[in-house]
């Protein structure tokens, strides 16, 4: 049974921002460390600060001769069951981190010239070269550290959605990255049959890690241990019938060995190689999981866009449905601009309260439409006002948008309406906005919702938005 269903949210896995999960077992995806760097929020760069934070501090103690210290902090890493990520083929178990396996990790970590060196720079590193540490264990050791980034994001999901909270639960052990010590609190979160319940943003979860030790050992160590030996003449370099000199990297294997002490040896040895590994991974793309791969791995049909268009079309218009109206529009946008824009925050408030914005989204687009919006103006969020009027749209709407923009927040923003009586005219009171130096508001009705779904029906990734584009040259032509 999936979270959608045990709570009856009447939303499918393309509406939710988050991963539905199976709250009786696992969903084979993993909580990536590079991913949490992809997102230009607030949200992320406290995840990012978070885990660097603590395994800087825990390489430190062990450097500095402070093993009972890092074996302590490392020793409260539990099995994070709440997130029902992982390879659990039943029921969930949080299988990599536990009392023992966290011994090991403190053990191996102790034991590998690795961290006393100075080569462990960040979490996912201890996959290069760290004996026992695997996909796996590296999510489940920032879950542990980023749980109170997660509670803060489950309780804004519960909220929108309806998910009903348990007051007074303890929420584990929470990273604090001023103390440098671990400390827990009660918290208020949604409860299943396997206790409480820790939603996971689609947005940071992969099926691999962005660092893979096989790949660096063999397409990295060794091709320059080849070097090595070419450059030396060794007794590894064979002499072929066309005069060419080769060293295999069988012989190379026979040589050095394999395994991950291997790795840090020769790394130690050979620094610029991790350096070159480094690099290319900085500058290499992680894209996150699309909507077909996780229907894939969650064993679901691909996004009806059709059944999701309807739901905001079949709303009769008028105030007295604009919550529902708003609900599906952002069920729409959730899916039709994923994974572009994320991290929704319905009725989003600002001023301390006195104003509220409909639906923000952070922007994470690497590309298209958004990627260009975000490189020329100001846009980390993009902003949603949904008016489910059945009359003409006017300059208070206009104004009410714009007095939500600010240099920070960003000033891109929609209105979305049913209809226009004439969208030319609304379309020049944008301009005027534009002109007036007050943001970038571009106007869609339940036409240009036809519209951008067909074109999310035709392309996987949906990064060109030509509607999009054609409508913000109309604002700024």
Known sequence: MRVSELFTLGKTQPELDFVDVDVDGDTPVFISPKALTLLPSEWGDLCVHLVQNFFKEVVRLIQTGENDR????????REPNETHLGLS????????VG??????????????RAATSGLLEDLEDTVLMVKGVSVDIVSDIATNIIREALIQYTQEMCEWYGIPMQEDVDSGPMWNSRSKEWESKFVRLPMTSSGKLLLIPKAIVRRHLSYDAKEYFQHYLLSHLQQVELSANSGLVQLLKNK???????????KYG??????????INHPEVLERYRSVKRNEEHPALTLEDIAEIEHQTSPDWDALLDKVLNIPTG???????????????????YPLLTNPLPQNKIHD??????IRYTNMAAGGFFNWVATSYPAPHIFFECKNYGSEIGNPELDQLAGRFSPSRGQVGFIVCRSFEDKAHFLQRCRDTVNDTRGYILPLDDEDLRVLTESRKSSQNFELLTLLQDRFSELVS
């Open 353 to 358: 309260g006195r104003k509220r914005i409909d």
């Open 258 to 267: 394999t395994g991950k002490e291997t790795i840090v040896r020769e790394t």
């Open 319 to 337: 105030k007295e449905h604009s919550d529902a109206y708003e609900k599906a529009v952002e069920g729409l946008f959730t899916a039709l601009f």
């Open 70 to 77: 890092a074996e302590a902090l490392l020793s409260v890493l």
């Open 244 to 254: 060419k000199r080769r060293v295999t990297k069988k012989s190379l294997k026979e």
């Open 89 to 96: 083929a039943e029921k969930s178990r949080g299988r990599a």
């Open 99 to 112: 009392n023992e396996s966290a011994h090991d990790i403190w053990d191996a970590l102790h034991e590998s």
